[in-house]
């Protein structure tokens, strides 16, 4: 039938899996989240909302008609029963690694984060992450549950061990965590100023990117569970991406912890959509 | 990918276009839209959303997954250009009506009809029409435009003439409007009291229905630009859908003008959704 | 300049003072709510929201448009001092029906009805009142306040005495007000069963009608200060504007406690809209 | 301090444990809502929004004043593991009903109420359940989970069985469900018709209630997860607490599902609040 | 009637045409918008809410007490007929550009812009236009509409032809937006770094102005179709305007895109108010 | 009972009065608020949600958990009465600093400053106040009213006379305002760029800090009654709350005009909550 269309893809991913390099997964789980759940609902909101953005974008000059993008869609998760859950993304992941692709996904809260650095740490014994946040969600555990959202860089420490895990814009955590990662992560706090020479430093290794978009400030990220003033603007963001740039081996990465109905002005899913549209070129772009 | 579904139709309608007598046609236009505009949003809404409703009716006692249903998608129309979108309408539901398929239409704004029922006259020359509304929607003419959502029933009844047009539900109009309607159409006010009579009346003529959803009272549906205080309730609503399973011969139906940024509660698209459903039953289990 | 309007009056009020018998004022006061706040905002978000509406009553068969109407403005009141608001309403509604207008309200919290009750009392020492309340609004005091909203009809009774005070839709109160009203006034619960009767007692007599338009149900009216579930519908509150057509002399009436904010979806402004339109119509059509 | 308090109790529960019959507990667990999460939130709502009641009600004639009520506030739950929350409700509940008193409860999801009726089947073997909800909540799983709020009645009869068990107002379910409620619940579909027989079926039996508040229409109760258009009205809910005044052996009961940040007006608040009011006092009238 | 005011117009517009060499007109037009409309409400919004607002700037301290000004209202428009009401605001302007007043707009979508720059071309053959916005709005069309709000400053170029046209701020466009801009306006990205050469540049020569107001970050102005992240912050666009002041011809100005309804809290019309008072004194002050 | 918890103070405010340097006091009051009122349901609010904030501050690398802190409550006070409710913070203030304690106090409108400040001149003559907020607060009186949050500076001026009031970040007032502030107060528009040097100042001083957190850009804190753009951002208010450090005699503080219901995101809830903790740090660390 001509002249109907139904959208319902990200901007711009709209080539098929098997010839795409960069592939978008949406995975609709909050189920740890302590204070105020629904980011499962961040993969249904950005998809419409991303044809308000253009797919050209004038901070690194790329246009995402000039890629194969693909968006496979969202990860079909049961309710209530986290290990489950995460045993359902390991899966997906390692599949999607093993066809050689890198994986862009939309959380969904933090711990999502978990099985894919765990399906990567298989092929890349040296993986490094990359950790912009408010929070540094190194908790041993919460509320009695080693598996949350508070704790998934914890765990992911368990896997990767030290000197690995670089976080960034972190403004919340308790005493206990600050001190904890004064000798297993590099931590920079409220800002990301020592970026450029971790950058530097991370050039040629494997890393993985996690973005908590709490790491921005509530003033123009506010749909979010646990909002923290003091975080960083939107160009701060835009400008450690095009930094990215200079790292040869991005492996993946994952924006994570929208929760739109907390703000329902929208400026919050305009703002996660241009994030992707930037990390997708950012993928994209060079390998 | 297994595991991973993207849900881009209504719930229930998963079938191919050839093999479905019934269609859902999105159309999102408002561009006439006086007082506070936003149905052209609907059809993104309801999609999603309608993951909240079950396919199995207990109303009707009809499951939609015992038919064919398909969902074409929405019709992509420029905007300020009216009459170019009520002629890429228009063209879009001959194309439908000439595939022998049964057409549900979600609005947009009310004048999405017009092209519909237009289409439709060509077919059936004796078509009638019926119409529940809060509006008369019979203005000869709205701020000077003769093409308007408020005058989107006069100029249906332009093409079909007098005794065709049988209207109920109403409470807001002017009075030249109400006096004309006198003469030219049924009109049943504030409530559906006479429809099962007129349903007798009309059980082997062909049948369009057009259902503007701010017949209803704004306290189930707030979700609409022009709310108007003291519509029919949902039971009612639901109970003349079961009365039209005595008409023979429908040819096809829209459920118009849900804004759904005017009820962040998202009550109004669920009852939106609920309408979608029964009528997509009602065109499917008999004919 | 052609072709260009202010539309800072309520939708048919355009007629002077001088030619208009009936006036509507607004009152944005809410100096003494205890709950929510924000009834101050009504007269100010009404008057753009009225042209929304039809200037025509099916409901009535009456047109706005075949009488005199005047929209004086609202009332300019201090904040933080309630007596001195008090006394500012009390002259200006003395000078109003002095000139031998009557006088339509929109409030502000319900205590605005306080002065201009005891305005009319000077002129009709018979003055009788029918109250359309969810709330007794009979406390002797609140929070040690004699003057407050919660206390309007007790401090109307101290002007009126018993037997001139007749309360409708009554859902909520403390036991000693339900108690006190036994001997007092004439208190109908949870409905306006009796209304009939009350009005053909009243058919000859100057009546006062205060329409606190929390008496509907928060379902078609959630923007007010203290929502009561249980209250009545629309198509009943306009049932009984009906039945007051046969009182031969209403001297003016009020329509308090609506609180935009609360209700950002319109429909409580849009229903508060329509209630002052049938009182205008009723107030206009026959004396 | 004088002057000073601080009002953490829900309004009228104000007394101790040891000497008040009817104890309130808050649970705010919503892990395994599918659609739209949130009710956790209710139980710290509706506290000081109940502030905004009398504790007096006109319907039932009765003022919680006159009986000693307390509020033992919130369990404390783990958040992502079912099992473990369930676990600690039910420990929770069996000490309370070991110390004889009648629970109310505040949710939280509707799953919340299976430890507590499987702590009451310890003490009373031929407990039954009077059920008021929109839906069916009767799947053998969902989406894989035995433990959801979508199989919560079903639990229920794997400890209950057959005849134990009556439902009223369901109008959403599939197919399957309300085949297999035939066999093994009472099921009144859409209204509370039959309450009144079943009533005097169960007046000498152990009986716990069960108040989905979804029951209720969505125009009165938007704030929810899965608002189901065609609901009962306020006052029909209340007429059916009076009907309760007959059961001779309420255990206790519960009012589940509110999901305040949906319904940004507070009306939902305001309805559950009532609710709470008129079921304690039920409670705490005539045992 | 003494103590009773209706405040119509904008704050400190208190005078009469005649006299007023600064006029405000709002033109509630959005007939175009393609994502999210509603600017069409802004003149209704911001005219109330001004009077949250001081007369007097302490940024430019001056206050506008000082000055002559009149507020004329809206324009009237039809709906769906985007030539016609194009046609009615150049007329409209035209006579004012006649009568030798200073006019400043209220929007309304974008593209009201342009019959304002065609009525000034004809007076002034050399004019200029400063343009902020986050949009390029160069497009040769946009869904087959040459008249478009994404096309309005390419339909100024055709008009006014190449070196005429300064844009600032911009940060969305499609790559063929930007290239095209590189050859036939000045076209600064992000921000507005080389405005004050810009200023000197152009000091002696007939300006107009048109701050589409999504140039703001939509943390300080999320009421907007199409927020985009990344935008100046307040004091920017203050310290913007008093740069305006080195100019010696500007002949009139605009201030476009509000769209309250999609801002709840009421911060983007605050914003909006203050831009007006800031531009009313820039147009007021010097000449 | 085990497991369970009413969490009914402000985070960290868990020891008793006694024990306690540091108290914090509710103060829930609006009555002469004269744009949009609410801030009375500040205090109510910015407790339960404190509960997603962490005790321990890594700006001031200091803990809650390490100081003994006293959540007194909530006073309470009559409505429509502002003399009363005045003279009743009075009183309790009177005490509170009698019994040697610090009190922070979370308003409530910004008058409610007016009585602590007067309670605090009788112990410490010569009394200074550091002053923040996007007002000078300096009016001799508000539309008749001289007791007015618009005038609260202006009478304390009156208790405590030239030189002893510094004002910063003020960006709105009349012109006469800002000319009187000249001879009377420190006043600094627009930020606090003096702020480090008037610290020298006063740092053997009794200093009262009064923060109206609408000095904050309604960006990050829109929940308020006049929100003014252009204010700081969440990082440079907690510097300045670094830089307080070096003050020797802080006596009491405040933070007032949180206005919840504007901001359905809770964003300036939860930056008002932060703003406490950092305060009740302040206040405990050093004396």
Redesign the interface.
């Known amino acids: 039938?001509?002249?109907?269309?139904?959208?319902?893809?990200f901007i711009g991913f709209d080539q098929e899996?098997d010839t795409s390099p960069v592939v978008l997964?949406g995975i609709p789980f909050?189920?740890?989240?302590?204070?105020?759940?629904?980011t499962?609902?961040a993969p249904?909101v950005v998809r419409?909302d991303s044809?308000?953005?253009?797919?050209?974008s004038?901070y690194l000059d790329l246009?995402m008609e000039d890629y194969n993008l693909c968006?496979?869609?969202?990860?079909?998760?049961?309710?209530?029963?986290?290990t489950?859950a995460l045993n359902?993304i390991y899966?997906?992941f390692a599949?999607?690694i093993k066809d050689g692709k890198r994986p862009l996904t939309i959380g969904g809260e933090h711990l999502v984060s978990l099985p894919i650095i765990e399906a990567f740490s298989k092929i890349y014994p040296d993986l490094c992450i990359i950790h912009f946040d408010a929070h540094t969600d190194l908790r041993e555990d919460?509320?009695?549950?080693s598996?949350?959202h508070a704790s998934v860089i914890r765990r992911a420490w368990d896997i990767l061990g030290d000197n690995r895990i670089f976080q960034f814009g972190?403004?919340?955590?308790?005493?206990v965590e600050?001190d904890w990662a004064k000798s297993h992560t590099y931590l920079q706090?409220?800002n990301l100023d020592s970026l450029e020479e971790i950058i530097i430093q991370l050039q040629n290794r494997p890393v993985y990117i996690t973005i908590d978009l709490d790491v921005l400030?509530?003033?123009?990220f506010?749909?979010t569970g646990?909002?923290?003033?003091?975080g960083i603007?939107?160009?701060t963001l835009?400008f450690a991406i095009k930094q990215f740039t200079k790292l040869n081996h991005i492996v993946g990465a994952d924006v994570v912890e929208l929760s739109p109905?907390?703000?329902?002005?929208?400026?919050s899913t305009?703002?996660c959509c241009?994030v992707i549209r930037e990390m997708s070129l950012l993928l994209s772009h060079k390998q």
């Open positions: 039938m001509h002249n109907i269309s139904t959208t319902s893809s899996y997964v909050d189920g740890t989240t302590s204070f105020r759940p629904g499962r609902f249904a419409p044809y308000g953005l253009e797919t050209y004038p246009d968006d496979l869609g969202d990860i079909e998760l049961p309710f209530g029963n986290t489950k359902t899966k997906t599949q999607i919460y509320m009695g549950e598996l949350s972190i403004r919340s955590g308790t005493k600050f706090p409220f400030d509530p003033s123009i506010p749909g646990t909002p923290e003033p003091g603007d939107f160009n835009i109905h907390y703000d329902i002005s929208g400026v305009a703002t241009k």
